[in-house]
């Protein structure tokens, strides 16, 4: 094993940063504790009690998920129209930038499987196109991050170290394909670790955060970038079988053999991906992560405002992708056929579903681009007409019960027992 293949295996071997989407129970608990340690070492203006308590109760309710975010009363710092500190502002806009470099290595992320799926005899031009774009992008970030890097939170500055690591290791990656040093699923790994590494950055600066009108947009639009990251690394993974035309059981790049769908002298995905369970990991890492992707789809809109509810099934309406999805999940049930060769299995071309796939997370992007500019403006802010006109419809959340509200922004695939 060489020194590179060495190094990456290093960096997959890594523990992947705990992103969750957030609910936020915990908000509505905190924000009180707050309220009672207030008033008990000094008279607090009523007014600035109800901001903080109307901030936990506009948290989601669904489920506690472990994050320790604290909220502290409003300090009265200089603010904008936009209802946020100069600071915050900030900070708002190196998130963005933050998100933007996550939106371009997904895409990296898939050409990537693209040229590893493929045995690197397709798509090299656009995958080197899209490492040029990354590349701005992560420019783009690092001057973003001279300019805000904040010294005041020491858990904020340690996520900030650890993406950094992480981003560190980009060429490594890219290295990894270009001299097929390695299996692909790997190199996918690293760039699901890369991407989760960056999106654990807005939770950490929420653990600071004072500002209501700060705290229920950043949980808006980090939620909603932990769903489009999960969205993202799905569409890398099964970009793999889609160009091999079958759920592999290795891609054996280090010894020239190609995709293969068994193992030596063990099931592999075979003819049945979704019976091999485990033993196809092409297969059932994908099909488990639907469970955290529903979950984080559920966060988002148990705790987004009606608009922008509105805005992201807007911006999935006629996405083709979650179709495509669906067809390659059922693919693998009860057989492994991508190519529509086997009776009752879809052919799924491999140019169709890389413009799909790549087109879903640019709208998916568009989406958390516009939910950080709603930050801290009024179309962050329930609108009680719309809610009213949404539940006239049966389409508004319950206000009593955390169960996910369903609608057309979800590209769930078909239940099965991998």
Partial sequence: MNDLDTRLRELTDLSPPARAPLGADELHQRASSNRRRALALRAVPAAMVVVVLLAG??????????????????????????????????????????????????RE????????????????????????????????????????????SPTLDEAIKQADNRLARLDILRRSVDEAETEIYDTLDGYTYTVASLGDLPLQYLQGAEQPALIRGLLTASNYGTFAELEAATASDLTVAVEVGYFPFTLDLLGGAGPSPSGSGVPGCNGDAAAAGDACKAFAEPMQRRT??????????????????????SALAGDVFGELMRAAFEDGIGQNDLRGTTPSSQAIDPVEWRAAALGHIDRMAEVERQLYEMIGTAAAEPDQDAVDERSSEGTAPSTTSSAPEAGPASSEPPVASP
Wanted: cysteine-free; proline content about 3%; aromatic content about 4%.
């Fill in 109 to 152: 992320s898939v050409l990537t499987a693209v040229s590893g799926g493929s045995t690197r005899t397709s798509g090299e031009d656009e995958l080197g196109a899209q490492r040029v774009a990354t590349d701005r992008a992560l420019d783009d970030y690092r001057e973003a991050l001279a300019v805000v890097r904040p010294g005041e």
């Fill in 292 to 313: 955290e992707t529903d979950h984080a789809e559920s966060t988002f809109l148990n705790f987004a405002t009606a608009q922008q509810k509105m805005l992201a099934r």
């Fill in 57 to 106: 109760a506009m948290a989601l309710r669904s489920r506690d998920v472990g994050s320790d975010i604290t909220l502290t009363t409003p300090d009265p710092a200089v603010t904008t129209n936009t209802g946020l500190s100069e600071r915050d502002q900030e900070m708002v806009g190196f998130l963005a930038t933050t998100a933007e470099l996550r939106h371009q290595l997904n």
